[in-house]
């Protein structure tokens, strides 16, 4: 079955006693034992969950790995993963990360004992020279965000098979509906659900998914001791957002690459980071290992006073962080998302005072563009 119709049949045939389209929300955290040693399969829903237990299998599926499993948010995903590790252990992670991820890594991860070197993943010197004795797993963010950063998968999970490190992927931003990391090598996936999976800005969740048993049996470990499960609720709120993810990304896609045309054609902006556009430096990669592109890019503008009036005056977008949802959503990522990582690394890769990065979301490209234009046209009115 192609991946349009695995997404929008979600649990509608795993409910065959009443024949539910949508399969049911189980509420219930204990499960009655038919007698001592038999088990319907639920004993406690922190091990499993039957509405839970669906969407862990949908993604599996989804994504081509051996097991999925559904965290509390993002980040609980990645501290489920992270737990894999121990203390003197050492990792090896893209340089341009998301905030959040940095912040559990160094702030977290850092008083158990664990490091890391943070490179651009893309280039094979920079990782060989990373790597020491007791590095475990390389994490990689493709396209990373907000610079939209591209890494060769297939190149890269190969280089770390050949080590014998885990290669760990942030699929976040492309969702299997446009990049497969599994199938290009990548052992661990995770996703940030809260974004182009769930897509309505209304859930917070986490998805893991393993390729291999002995992961999927330590990862399925870990994820039970830790305890930070999606309960049943939101578990079929993200299958229900899941459901349309398909036609959302094409949207997404057609959108964020009209309206990066525009700006790139704008005389008030110096650059825009989006890897649909011939001239960013990962197209031709990006074109290669997936069949799309995200909804989110960054673009700098010539002057950095623009950027206070821009924000004030965007009516139909939001000022607002996150990103992934059908609401447009533009957010400043230097004093944002991106503010618990240290300056130097900032500048270093160019999230800079002049950065803005714009989550397009479903709305008519027109109303957009028109939108963006006019708080162009204020902000520029008020610099004279
Ligand atoms: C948002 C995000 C996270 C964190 O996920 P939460 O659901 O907010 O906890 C991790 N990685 C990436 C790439 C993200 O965009």
């Known amino acids: 079955m192609k991946i349009e119709s695995v997404l929008a049949q979600i649990g509608s045939l795993s409910e065959p ?56 948010s993002g980040m609980a995903a990645l501290q489920t993963v992270f737990a894999l590790f121990s203390q003197g252990d050492h990792l090896i992670v893209s340089l341009d990360l998301y905030g959040g991820t940095y912040r559990l890594i160094e702030k977290v991860m850092g008083r158990f004992g664990v490091t890391a070197t943070y490179v651009d993943t893309n280039d094979l010197d920079a990782l060989e020279s990373a790597s020491r004795p007791n590095t475990k797993a390389v994490l990689i963010e493709t396209p990373t965000n907000p610079l939209m950063m591209i890494t060769d998968l297939e190149k890269v999970c190969g280089w770390a098979k050949a080590k014998g490190y885990i290669a760990i992927v942030d699929n976040t931003l492309l969702t299997p509906f446009f990049q497969r990391p599994i199938e290009l090598g990548a052992d661990i996936i995770v996703h940030s659900a809260t974004k182009y999976l769930g897509g309505h800005n ?13 992961l999927s049996e330590q990862v399925a470990f870990l994820h039970n001791s830790i305890g930070a499960v999606l309960n049943p609720q939101d578990s079929w709120l993200l299958m229900r957002g899941m459901k349309t993810l ?97 300056e130097e690394i900032r500048r270093q890769v160019g999230v800079d005072d002049r950065l803005l990065r714009f989550s397009v979301g479903i709305e008519h490209v027109d109303d957009l563009i028109g939108d963006l234009s006019n708080a162009f046209d204020v902000a520029q009115a008020e610099l004279v």
Request: net charge neutral.
């Open 246 to 342: 398909a036609l959302r990304m094409e949207r997404h896609q057609y959108n964020a690459t009209k309206i990066a045309e525009f700006l790139q054609a704008h005389p008030m902006v110096e650059q825009v980071y989006y890897p649909a556009l011939p001239s960013h430096p990962g197209y031709e990669v990006q074109s290669r290992q997936s069949s799309g592109n995200t909804g989110i890019f960054s673009f700098r503008m010539k002057d950095a006073r623009t950027i206070e009036p821009i924000l004030r005056h965007i009516r139909l977008i939001a000022f607002a962080e996150s990103l992934g949802g059908v609401e447009s959503l533009m957010t400043y990522p230097a004093v944002q998302t991106h503010a618990d990582i240290p």
């Open 17 to 72: 006693g009443t024949g539910a389209v949508s399969f049911p929300i189980y509420q219930a955290t204990a499960f009655r034992h038919p007698r001592l040693g038999q088990s319907t399969g639920f004993d406690y829903s922190r091990s499993k969950n039957p509405t839970r237990a669906v969407l862990e299998q949908a993604i599996a599926e989804l994504e081509q790995g051996d097991a999925g499993f559904a965290c509390s």
């Open 202 to 214: 209304d859930v917070l969740a986490g998805l893991i998914v393993t390729k291999g048993k002995e």
